[in-house]
């Protein structure tokens, strides 16, 4: 990405997060949306390398999510996310494309696994009958901050993506289920404008044979 489509892409960012006060309104998810259209569109005129339909594939459903935790309906908040578990699953995928470190790495990258896992703790009694889903996607979500950890080919950019989607992830939570706060909605689309950015600059990085660090 070069500085000009960066720029655009904060534009875009900022146009919806100032909207933030103003919510609910109509067609809030286009703004909402835009960002992930650019990093999609993006993700496509970049020359063919591998893994390229799994970058696009978690955009694509990652851009569903948006969409669909917009709408009030109710099951607006399962079927959103599902959209991005499955995202989270394609970049799983994409991770484990570089080889794994050896056991012992594996070992000592563990306690990333605590914070999501003290957050799903302290959320537990109040998910009620999103207990399982809940759990489901906590798990899927720090595997991917996970394997990026434990490439063989190690990228900064990679694992700053995946870290700012946990956060993210951890902030939507405790806003909606334990403790809401005024600042959440801010925290939760600038970290996750982050993680997107983060995570396809540095996928991009690798097909070009560098490091987006």
Known sequence: MNHRQMILYAVLCAVFI?????????LSFLPKVLPILLLVWLVNAHANFRGRWLLLFALVCSGAGDVILEFRYGG???AGLVSFLVAHLFYIRLMVLTPSRELNRYIITLPVLVPPALVAWLLWPRLGALQVPVLVYVTVISTMLYTAL???SFNRTLVAGAAAFVVSDAVL???KF???FGAAPYTIMVTYYLAQLLLVRGFLA???G???N
């Open 210 to 212: 560098t490091r987006a």
């Open 178 to 180: 334990y403790a809401p």
């Open 18 to 26: 100032v909207t933030l006060p103003f919510k609910p309104y109509d």
């Open 206 to 208: 690798e097909a070009r």
């Open 150 to 152: 434990t490439r063989v």
């Open 76 to 78: 607006a908040f399962i």
């Open 173 to 175: 939570a405790i806003n």
